[in-house]
């Protein structure tokens, strides 16, 4: 069950309690009434139960008290039209300009059972094809994997290195030409992260501080970014979003991002969490997106998940999914692309 299952009322009764904050059922059933038609109290009860269920609305009072608000979680699953919000200038959106400690008791619940279902679905088919393949092949298929990725991981940061040079690159160790050093320092980089988790996969069933530094370590290495977590403040183009300014506070809470995907169950839900919050908290100087994803991917492998390449991933969509969560705490975006990736790099690899 999710926001998709509602039906028409179901859908107005969360409108309305949206725009009016807080609302009893008097209200709700008054509203309802107007611009649906005849309906029941019963059948009002019984929708703002399902709504309840879903976690979309909290009910406070008792009696003739009760009132309906939206929940938190709400703000965090709920669908944003993605072109109607980037229409707006970003200095003229309303936006969270500052990070949000409660985010990390938000962070629940992020699938649907039925958007489960298909994740593990999907995966059976991940695994079966690996124990069926040989190991030469399944070594081939590792090192395309990981060139896609690089490629374009690469690609979402500003690098122009094309598919076919990334693919000279990493296998030959040539570079490209009309490009620079650090272009291709940025991609072997990338070899060298995705070396380092493959030999310490097991390790990333337990995050920690200390492994994300070691990703972020290696991502950065020979390019003039500073390894440690960051002491000054850091802006990010294209939103008024400003993360934490404050050494220990940045540190406090990439630890506390460690502890809820450690306590998180739902192997998925883990690696998404992940993703989302090292690029929320902007940990370093540089190379926080680059670290989200390759520490993602690591904890979808220590658990037998299949990585994402994000091959067809289209880098302008990736970033507005980042900022609707910077800006909004909305992650509808971020894991309607997360679907899809799974999707495509099940269908696409190991085969």
């Known amino acids: 069950m999710s926001l998709q299952d509602l039906n028409k009322r179901q859908d107005a009764i969360l409108a309305f309690i949206e725009e009016q904050k807080s609302v009893s059922i ?14 029941t109290r019963v059948t009002i009860s019984r929708d703002l139960e399902k709504i309840l269920d879903l976690g979309l609305i909290e009910r406070t009072g008792a009696g003739r008290g009760v009132h309906y608000a939206l929940s938190m979680h709400y703000d965090l699953v709920k669908k944003i039209n993605v072109e109607e ?31 489960k279902q298909q994740l593990i679905k999907l995966n059976e088919v991940y695994r079966e094809k690996l124990k069926v393949m040989p190991a030469d092949a399944l070594k081939k298929e590792i090192e395309r994997l990981n060139i896609d990725f690089s490629w374009k991981s690469a690609k979402i940061e ?11 690159l ?17 991609i072997l980089n990338h070899k060298k992260a995705l070396e380092y988790i493959r030999s310490n996969v097991q390790d990333f069933q337990i995050v920690s501080l200390r492994k994300i530094e070691n990703i972020h370590f290696l991502i950065v290495d020979e390019l003039g970014v500073t390894k440690n977590l960051r002491k000054t403040l850091v802006r990010i183009t294209g939103t008024k979003y400003t993360p934490l300014d404050n050494e220990f506070q940045i540190r406090e809470a990439l630890e506390q991002a460690c502890r809820v995907v ?32 390759l520490a993602g991917n690591a904890v979808l492998q220590a658990f037998d998940l299949c990585p994402l390449s994000y ?16 800006e909004q705490n909305n992650l509808a975006y971020f894991k309607e692309l997360f679907l899809k990736q799974f999707e495509f790099a099940v269908e696409n690899y190991f085969g």
Do not use: C, W
């Open 170 to 186: 990493i296998k030959n160790q040539r570079q490209a030409e009309g490009h620079s050093q650090e272009e291709a320092t940025m």
């Open 311 to 326: 091959r067809s991933m289209d880098e302008i969509e990736y970033k507005k999914a980042i900022l609707l969560f910077y």
């Open 158 to 168: 500003g690098n122009t290195y094309s598919l076919l040079e990334t693919e000279q």
């Open 26 to 39: 008097a209200q709700i059933f008054e509203h309802i009434r107007q611009v649906a038609g005849e309906v």
């Open 85 to 115: 919000y980037f229409s707006v200038e970003a200095d003229q959106r309303y936006i969270r300009e500052h990070f949000n400690f409660d985010i990390f008791d938000q962070l629940k619940d992020i699938f649907t059972e039925s958007e």
């Open 262 to 293: 450690n306590m998180t169950e739902d192997v998925f839900e883990k690696g998404v969490i992940l993703m989302l919050l090292i690029a929320y908290i902007q940990p370093f100087v540089d190379g926080n997106k680059r670290t989200s994803r």
